[in-house]
């Protein structure tokens, strides 16, 4: 996969070097299995994270699963030939599928957005969106004003049943999400925030939408500066949010393999801000690559 894909991981999202834990048997199978791979569609098996939350995506696409005793929530679907093994990782984690009761997106792109009417169809789950994303979601195809329109090829449309406001607060049973319009990377970008707890350690848990200045060839932010705007207003308010543990749609871009290993913290308070400055260096040097300057 490009580079243009990613934050380097060498931007680490951490604070200080905690004494190295020992990596989970789960951990050290994903490990082993995405060594050297980072396609979107390379199957992964799913590895439990903190409390109620898993990873159940692929090498190089993230999908997350909250679970609960009135239903679960999934995040995100990657692409249409890592659906089944997706589903296939619910399985394999002990949960039903029918049990799976919302399905949410980052952002309406093949890589995060390509599953997701898979799913839909496997679990039966309801799909909630932002409005500025639902035409892309239903269509399959970047709205005109995306910086990637023309870059990123169509997918199979998903229903949208249910349309989600900033700030908007979604329950299933006792998992509770908040939306966080977090638009720049597309038009409908969405960040989701919420409590987990391993037994008495309870963490506020975000994943960050994508925060890449990723276009099509020809495309100039430069040129968009309203656009630039909003991504600069997107950035600081993912570095503002309370953040005790950071999850990212590309698991690179929060060096998800370097934290699976115990060598580096799962959580870290400063992970948010981190990942925004990360961000804004790169929107920064992509702007100045455009202009000369």
């Known amino acids: 996969m490009s580079a243009s894909w990613r934050i380097g991981a060498a931007l680490l999202l951490i604070g200080a070097a905690p004494a190295p834990r020992a990596a989970t048997a789960e951990a050290r199978a994903w490990l082993d299995a995405c060594r050297g ?21 692929s090498c190089g696409i993230t999908a997350l699963l909250i679970t609960g005793p009135k239903g679960h929530v999934l995040i995100d679907g990657a692409t249409a030939n ?29 890589d995060h957005a390509g599953g997701l009417a898979t799913l839909r169809r496997l679990t039966g789950a309801r ?73 008495a350690d309870c963490r506020t848990i975000v994943y960050a939408d994508s925060l890449s200045a990723v276009s099509a060839d020809g495309y100039r932010f430069s040129d968009h500066p309203a656009l630039v705007a909003t991504f600069r207003a997107t950035i600081a308010r993912v570095a503002a949010l309370r953040c005790d543990m950071l999850f990212t749609p590309h698991p690179d871009a929060s060096d998800l ?37």
Not at 38 to 56: E, K, M, Q
Not at 265 to 290: F, H, M, Q, T, V
Request: proline share 8%.
């Open 37 to 57: 791979k980072d396609g979107w569609g390379d199957p992964a098996p799913p590895v439990r994270l903190f409390g109620n939350v898993a990873y159940v995506g």
């Open 82 to 110: 890592a659906a089944p093994a997706i589903a296939r990782n619910i399985e394999r984690l002990g949960y039903r599928l029918r049990d799976v009761r919302l399905i949410l997106n980052s952002h309406e792109h093949v």
């Open 127 to 199: 799909v909630a969106a932002r409005a500025e994303a639902r035409a892309a979601l239903e269509s399959g195809r970047p709205d005109a004003g995306d910086p990637q329109a023309g870059l990123l090829p169509p997918f199979a449309g998903v229903r949208v049943d249910r349309l989600v406001r900033d700030g908007e607060v979604l329950r299933v049973g006792p998992v509770v999400l908040t939306a966080h319009a977090t638009p720049g990377h597309s038009p409908g970008s969405t960040s989701w925030s919420w409590r987990s707890c391993a037994g």
């Open 257 to 293: 393999a370097g934290r699976l290993t115990g060598a580096q913290p799962l959580g870290a308070p400063s992970a948010c801000r981190r990942y925004a400055n990360a961000a804004a260096a790169g929107l920064n040097a992509r702007l100045a690559k455009e202009t000369g300057g």
